[in-house]
């Protein structure tokens, strides 16, 4: 009875009744109404296949695109091979020496380059508020803070600090969207950097450990420390035997893969380390004396972010660092 009368209700005039009826007829042969959402090529393409396809485009090489989108080859060459598959042309031809878009894969370069981009910034924006994820390795700089004070007043968003004990702090494995890096960035690392400021270096000697007049000592030379063992803090240091002349390098004595690590070892006397101003304030250790170094190398310290598909707002937290006076 309901059922019937709600059909009454759509087809209330002799012109409704009839398309009342062919809908009645249609479901009753299990014929189902067209799905305008379905589209057999959109539900066999994903993100990740446009990405690989346009550095692949772009650098017209595997091999530099996997690299710069820190894959695998093989996956690279499978997730293009797959879109080529749900679009059923051919978008790159292959060889051993070249590779080289079709007039396809030119007309599809042409329109997704520009889109990507916003496509990516369009599904961040329904997650919520506003959110800018800030990594630095094991101290933020002081610089940052009312850098974060205007950058919130000026979207309205929000920053989350994200402390990682990696080289880029986060950025290359997605968990950051800007970042402080200090050091020197490698070319290839796929990231836009401006420069923040520049540390100068400490040395870190032990307290107990031989030899002990290093630690009475109130300056100690660069130069000096080429006949030193070093700690090498491998991950997040700064400081590395080849920044001193090849014919005069200090011996590495052991590595380390995090402060707290190149802490201990320090304190233990397996050799001396060298780290930034601004680190040595942060980790003050009972078996450590960090003694000021003379005619040594300043660190710089830069905010880097993704070349490409960037948070929408990370360029926006680089253009404030850049307008601001620097120390």
Not at 156 to 172: F, H, Q
Request: charged content about 25%.
């Amino acid at each position: 009875m309901n059922g019937g009368g709600g059909i009454r209700e759509s087809g209330g005039g002799q012109g409704d009744h009839g398309g009342g009826a062919g809908y009645a007829a249609g479901a009753s042969h299990g014929r189902d109404l067209p799905d305008p959402l379905a589209d057999p090529v959109l539900d066999g393409v994903e993100l990740r296949q446009l990405r690989g396809f346009l550095a692949v485009a772009e650098d017209l090489s595997f091999t530099h695109a996997a690299a710069r989108l820190r894959t695998g080859q093989p996956a690279l060459t499978r997730a293009v091979r797959a879109l080529e598959g749900a679009l059923g042309v051919r978008l790159l031809e292959r060889t051993t020496r070249r590779v080289a878009l079709t007039d396809a894969g030119r007309r599809l370069y042409a329109d997704l380059a520009p889109l990507l981009p916003r496509l990516t910034a369009a599904l961040r924006s329904p997650a919520g508020p506003a959110l800018l994820r800030l990594g630095f390795t094991s101290l933020l700089p002081a610089a940052c803070r009312a850098l974060i004070a205007d950058f919130e007043a000026a979207t309205g968003a929000g920053v989350r600090l994200v402390r990682r004990d990696a080289p880029l702090a986060g950025l290359e494995t997605g968990e950051s969207d800007v970042a402080v890096v200090r050091g020197e960035v490698p070319a290839d690392a796929g990231l836009r950097t401006v420069p923040l400021l520049r540390e100068p270096r400490v040395a870190a000697v032990p307290r107990t450990a031989a030899p002990e007049a290093l630690a009475r000592r109130r300056v100690l030379d660069w130069a000096e420390l080429a006949e030193l063992p070093l700690v090498v803090n491998t991950v997040t240091g700064t400081t590395r035997p080849d920044l001193w002349p090849a014919d005069r390098r200090p011996r590495p004595a052991c590595t380390a893969g995090n402060v707290d690590e190149w802490l201990e070892a320090v304190a233990a006397g397996h050799g001396v380390g060298v780290t930034t101003e601004a680190v040595a304030a942060r980790h003050p250790h009972p078996g450590i004396r960090y003694v000021r170094l003379k005619n040594a190398p300043p660190v710089p310290v830069r905010l880097a972010l993704p070349a490409r598909d960037a948070h929408p707002l990370a360029a926006h937290f680089l253009a404030l660092a850049t307008a601001r006076p620097r120390p």
